[in-house]
């Protein structure tokens, strides 16, 4: 895992905490592996040829906790019985300290991490979801790992909708598509601004430079390649650094327009 300062100009990397930086990102990391290009959708033979010359996909997943001023959040937690809480532990924050969990949408490697051992991983924190989100999963697939982490923290569950500020400085965007509900997470304070854009993108290496690629994690393909070229579009003419959950390690970059897409930089 990896702590990130933003500010106006710099990240800094495996830094102590800065007294001027409004936003800390801590990247933990899940797991990381090599995935099968068929998971593609609309990617030729040329673009793998060019963008993943090993032909492998490059695999990972993220969660994030993040520090703005009088709040700290988990935004999604990884997989059941994952390495997340593991991660947090390393930077000394326990299971009980967590307070607030943001989901960026309920497929498992973002909501799994609720339970342990089939008991509520994070016993103190609030859970909030999109409302959409939750009725999809809950109402219409009846999925029932969904159904059962959810309801151990019942009592502390929070649906919002899209556009809302689900607290000071932290808005709900809509970035339906990959799932009807799922959400980026637009962040500001102090000035600064952080994008938590979940699952936007799952293959950096290809869907950065070729954003019209999509996956067949994707619920609805059309819309999540909308999605992708609206999102990254606001983020590289503003100039606002994104967090993905699947961005290879630290998961926090920068991006700018190219000739085919995007770039990093």
Not at 172 to 177: H, K, N
Not at 187 to 215: C, N, R, T, W, Y
């Amino acid at each position: 895992m990896q702590k990130i300062f933003l500010t106006g100009l710099f990240i800094f990397l495996m830094s102590a905490s800065s007294a001027f930086a409004s936003i800390e990102v801590i990247s933990l990391l899940e797991t990381q592996g090599k995935g099968d290009p068929a998971l593609l959708i609309g990617a030729t033979d040329k673009m793998k040829e060019k963008y993943l010359p090993d032909g492998k996909l490059n695999s990972q997943i993220l969660a994030f906790y993040v520090k703005i001023p009088g709040r700290e959040i988990l935004f999604d937690t990884g997989l059941p019985n994952g390495n997340i809480s593991k991660r947090l532990s390393e930077n000394g924050i326990k299971p009980e300290d967590v307070k607030i969990i943001l989901l960026t949408h309920l497929h498992p490697d973002h909501f799994g991490g609720l339970v342990a051992d089939g008991k509520a991983a994070y016993p103190n924190a609030e859970v909030y979801v999109s409302k959409i989100e939750r009725d999809y999963w809950v109402n219409e697939l009846k999925n029932e790992n969904v159904i059962k982490a959810l309801g151990l923290y019942e009592k502390k569950l929070h649906l919002f909708e899209f556009n809302d500020e689900v607290f000071d400085g932290v808005k709900a965007i809509d970035a339906s598509g990959h799932t009807p509900g799922h959400t980026v997470f637009d962040i500001k304070a102090d000035g600064e601004e952080l994008l938590i854009v979940g699952d936007i993108m799952h293959f950096v290496d290809i869907q950065l430079s070729v954003p019209d690629v999509s996956v067949k994690y994707d619920v609805d393909p059309d819309k999540a390649r909308e999605t992708r070229k609206k999102i990254l579009n606001y983020a590289a003419e503003n100039n606002v650094k994104i967090a993905g959950m699947h961005i290879t390690p630290p998961g926090v970059i920068k991006v700018k327009k190219n000739e085919t897409g995007y770039e990093k930089f």
